[in-house]
């Protein structure tokens, strides 16, 4: 898998990176994110594939993306299908600190040391080049405005902006609603990417779900969980 291209991980957690306090928003609800991201990207790879409500490996080659092949090869391990919602309600301690230093070794984000009530240290990520950010966003925006049926990326990357509540960060106030709306309507066009969002809000809203018809199919709109609708910001802390 080349390495000219970002992935869904890397451009979801770039939008919830705010570029004036370089803290992260809906940092818990971001995590869960991450990990429906690194599956999306993985099904986009060839990868894997969706089974139902459940995720299978249809081919186990790695992709030459150390975090993104180290998924595969938990999800390979488990030996059968496993069900989205459970691998994105598992452990995933540090996926974003990975993230983020990640995107600090390609020189995307720099980091900032600082503290938490002058005692507990702390680490801002601010981004070296906002263009990038921008440019991820405006085709969130090129999509919202013209209606036009976005290419499986950005389509998956708008479901899981919304399901872990970027929505109110991307699209403040009143004046964001309609666009806010608009985001969520975007999961139409890519069906891994709705699978993947259900499941983290899924997992937001403490569902052990059943196998069930998509939400879209019957007609039910996708609404966040109640950690995404809060909008809070939080430090990234080094330890």
């Known amino acids: 898998m080349g390495r000219s291209r970002r992935t869904i991980p890397e451009e979801l957690l770039l939008l919830a990176l705010d570029p004036t306090t370089g ?142 509540g970027l929505g109110k960060h991307l699209y403040p106030g009143n004046e964001g609603r309609s666009s806010r709306s608009r985001l969520r309507d975007l999961i139409r066009h890519d069906p891994m990417g709705g699978l993947v969002a259900h499941a983290v809000m899924d997992v937001q809203n403490g569902v052990a779900v059943q196998p069930r018809r998509s939400q879209q199919a019957a007609g039910v709109p996708l609404q966040p969980g109640p950690q995404a609708g809060r909008g809070s910001m939080a430090h990234t802390s080094v330890h």
């Open 23 to 164: 803290t992260t928003a809906q940092p818990q609800s971001l995590d869960l994110g991450l990990a429906g991201a690194q599956l999306v990207e993985l099904a986009l790879a060839g990868r894997i594939a969706p089974d139902g409500d459940r995720i299978a490996v249809v081919m186990p080659r790695p992709t030459g993306d150390p975090t993104l092949d180290s998924a595969l090869e938990l999800l390979r391990r488990r030996g059968s299908p496993v069900r989205a919602v459970h691998w994105i309600g598992g452990p995933r301690l540090g996926l974003r600190q990975i993230y983020l230093a990640h995107l600090e070794r390609c020189g995307m984000v720099h980091a900032v040391a600082g503290q938490m009530c002058g005692v507990l240290p702390t680490t801002r990520y601010q981004a070296t080049d906002t263009a990038i950010s921008r440019d991820i966003k405006n085709r969130l925006d090129s999509a919202i405005r013209t209606g036009v049926p976005p290419d499986p990326r950005t389509a998956a990357l708008a479901a899981l902006a919304h399901a872990v």
